[in-house]
């Protein structure tokens, strides 16, 4: 293969011949086109229309249809988007029926319904009508359904062809992108031809696939088949009744749909022996996995020819062609039927070959002769379940010839590992608004907030979309719970859940539906729903359905005041709370509008600059923050990252991931600051002047099987986008390629896998995703993701893996931001699987932020460093192309593509960049508490850390290292105790010169600071001050000399006296410690010593923590005094 000159995006759609670039979506969007250009050459004037609703695997066609939509309109191609997905069909039906009025345009609609596997189940009344009614002659239509073969979207596993063949409608089911555009065009030919609709089944693996292929206008050569049409024809008319349509479906129909796949080879044998003993059948996906299990297995076609095996591929997977089938029949000892799920094709092929007597083959597919399993019914196939399975088949039949396939590496299962399953975007307003009352119940729903149901016991009850609610009415009147909460995302009450509404009020149950309104289907990618739904109107519809009460609650709820109807209240966040119990107390029906936009739609926005950036930013303030984690727990936003400092971790917030919900504010801390301004725009490192660099040694691609290449990472944060870039990098490069990225749930905050695969020819490329130990390669961003099982179990020995080691926060850190995971058993479990030799450690977020000033080009810094160690078989000048072609950031993501490079050949160079803090030694340690303290109070205060802290070190040097480290304990804690942080603290930091020069540094001049307290002589209530307040907290440092002395206003607070009280009870416990100390009792010591560091945070935060350790005090004293010294330190 040759490269290619160079191409633009939208050749996608508009070349005529050669090789493409397509995912299978994109293959969807060039079938219309496709369509349109041969109705055109044939000189037919016929339109196209789309229609359906979004949903994974189908959840990004939309995008896809309204990004075409310049060629799309140019070939008459109306795209519709529609509420939900009956009304979707019920409109492909309309473009069916058009020939039969007066007025038409055309000549013809050619039309595609698309929804996924729950959404065909909701459509089935529409459909099944829409296929007996038929089809016109120049029109037809296609009915495009995504299943959800391992339920990893979805609420329920689905599989959609015997739904569509108990209507009467032929099925299709294509292995990828190229098979989209070749069987969708004998999709709509079939449909012309038979008058029905055809059924095309799709799943992740080919619709999110992305391939290079060659495509070839004249493919497929339709061939109209002699067939004899029956008086009025088989297609769409009017006057029909029903019982003419069905005689006419099922008795001429479907016999013309059979002609149509048996003339146009639609099924077919891909490779026969001359003497055959053993045929393999599969269609779509299972097909490209028996090809990879083949491949698995060592058998090539000599060696399939030498065992005597035939394959037959399915195209029509209903109704089996029977005259195709029968010839791939002959001579077969026996038949094995690959395929996922029920055995649908099985059981047609029995039938089919059930009157050949006596030369009838075996048949077995789900259960083997005996009726013992062979593949299983459930979940996914893989190649491996299928080589495994034809291993037994070959060896049943006494042809194995020695065949084996290879052992799997040895390796220790990973346990106890943290898991990076979906989660709330950074700022997501679900982060809040799924929250209940405490003592209520709560239903899920469809959308980003099912995530609830992961994490809240009382959330649960998933059930299907847009009947949300419906199943309390069941309950409500056998239960002693009066009432309950049901989640409802704007989207879904737009597609059909207000008829649950409607249908609440008339059975007259206590429940409240929390509408959560965020402007956008973000479930697949923001898209907007299809109906001109704002808050006011959506109120004014409730109140006409007769709902007792409408709360609005909103981080700005003043946003719709003016058209608000009179009986709408209005709430802030702050009330959400105090809210849901009013309305859990309402009578009948309530409804609570939860309104803030989608987080992630919001930062799309502002970067394709169709929103204004906020000039509102949140900064933690370092020395007031003590990692408590409330700002966490109170805004559940993973943007509250933790950051290594001398004086121990603390939260920041990563400007990459806010998106200005400012719900952290509503965390007990005074550190959170709020600034307005302009944050400076970050200066780009330059490359070293000495940076010019060796091209690497590209790996040369194997024969026979492709470069296999792994690219992890988190959902969101760009993974998708890698693999595109390297798959179009693989076609400039002439490569064949194939890239498989799973979207949905997945991508909302959980692990993201990218599959790449990069061959000499597309014959060396099969399953697109890569089978365990398979990998050649790991390039990860996330080390949660790597060190996970899916990923872990693709690796081998000899893969060579680059990978960051940032903990990004997982859902469960957010939820327990106390607890973080060690990251070194993720490191061990990586090494382990691959060898140390092979795993590189590139702190890839860090450098992109040092360099750039923000971490967004951290993948393609990865995939930069990976290029140059060798682990991508590509070229520099398609790798750079396709970087611009991506279009984003182009300027960016090169340099950070060759910093990745430059830091892999001078390696040592990483340190400069981010220079690591040095170990830091007793004295060094006791040094900087000195002087802080005395900063904090006076020297006095300074010399009374310094004199416990001698004396610990003192009398535990006799104890060796173990000693050291318990002094050391004893200095932190003390130090933690000593420098609590009061009025006068928090005062004098706020307006430290220090603090100010960091916000010079980060926002253009003129940027204003507002703080968050909450005065002790107010209440808890933290209030908001602006800048006026900072010349009153200079004063209130200033007085810090105050600080526990009579004058002092605060000293009297009970959680001031708490705090000396805390001081002198630990030096003395200290006394008592250093005086019983012996090697036996270092470890209680080390508990004792270090209780007060785990006291963190303010006012009740702080509090709780007091008494958590309190209650464990006595316990671990009791532990040190059990504990035998076997030989006592000296005194």
Known sequence: MTALAVPSLDDRYLVEGGRVYLTGTQALVRLLLEQARRDQAQGLKTGGFVSGYRGSPLGGLDRALWEAQPHLERHAIRFVPAVNEELAATALIGTQQLMNYPGATVEGVFALWYGKGPGLDRASDALKHANSLGSSPKGGGLVVVGDDHGAVSSSLAHQSEPTMASWGMPVLYPTGPRDYIELGLLGFALSRFAGTLVGFKTVAETVESAASFALDPHRPAIVRPAFETPPGGLHNRWPDFQLPQEKRLYEQRLVAAR???????????????????LGLVAAGKAWLDLMQALDDLGIDAAKAEELGLAAYKVGMVWPLEPEGLGEFALGLEEIFVIEEKRPF??????????????????????????????????GELAPRIIALALLARLERLGIAHGLA???LPARKIATGLPIRTPNFCPGCPHSLSVRRPEGSRAFAGTGCHLMAAFVDPATSSLIHMGCEGANWIGQAPFTDTKHVFQNLGDGTYVHSASLAIRQALAAKVNI???????????????????????VPNLARQLLGEGVARIALVSDQPDRHADALPARVSRHGRNEFDAVQRQLRDTPGVTILIYDQPCATERRRQI?????????????????????????VVKSGCAALVERPTPFGPKRAVDPAACSQSYACLEGFCPALVSVEGTPKKPAARPLPADASLPMPEIPALPAGRPWRLLVAGIGGTGVVTSGQILGMAAHLDGRAVSVLSFTGLAQKGGGVLAHLQFARGDDDLAAPRIGEAAADALVAGDLVMAASEPCLSRLHPQTRAVVDPLLVPTGAMVRDPRNPPDANPMRRALAEAVGADHLTVLPAAELAHALAGDSQAANLLLVGHAWQSGLIPLGLDALLRAIELNGVAIAANRAAFAWGRHLAHRPERIAAILPQALPEDFPALLARHTQ?????????????HRRVAERAQRALEPLGAEGLALATTIARAHYRLLAYKDEYEVARLLTHPVFHAALDARFEPGWRMRVHLAPPFLGLKKREFGPWIGAFLKILAALKGLRGRAFDPFALEAERQDERLAISAYEA????????????????????????LAVRGFGPVRARDRQETEKILAALEAEFCNTTPHAQAAQ
Do not use: W
């Open 259 to 277: 002609a149509f796949a048996r003339a146009n080879r639609i099924d077919r044998i891909a490779f026969r022996a001359p003497k055959p003993r």
């Open 345 to 378: 094709l099985e059981s047609q092929i029995k039938d089919r070959l059930y009157h050949l007597e006596g030369r009838r083959p075996r048949v077995v597919g789900k259960t083997d002769e005996t009726g013992r399993a062979l593949l299983p019914e459930v």
């Open 405 to 407: 396939l290879p052992a």
């Open 512 to 534: 409240t539906y929390k509408i959560l309104y965020n402007d956008a289907v973000a479930m697949t990618g923001g898209q907007p729903f299809e109906a001109a739904l704002t």
């Open 607 to 631: 970067k394709r600059g169709k929103r204004a950036a906020a000039t509102r930013h949140i900064v933690i303030h370092p020395e007031i923050c003590e990692n408590c984690g409330d700002c």
């Open 932 to 944: 802080a303290l005395a900063a904090y109070q006076d020297r006095a205060l300074a010399e009374r």
């Open 1069 to 1092: 416990r200290i006394e008592r410690l250093l005086a019983g100390i012996g090697p036996d009792r270092l470890a209680p010591a080390v508990k004792v010593a270090a209780l007060p």
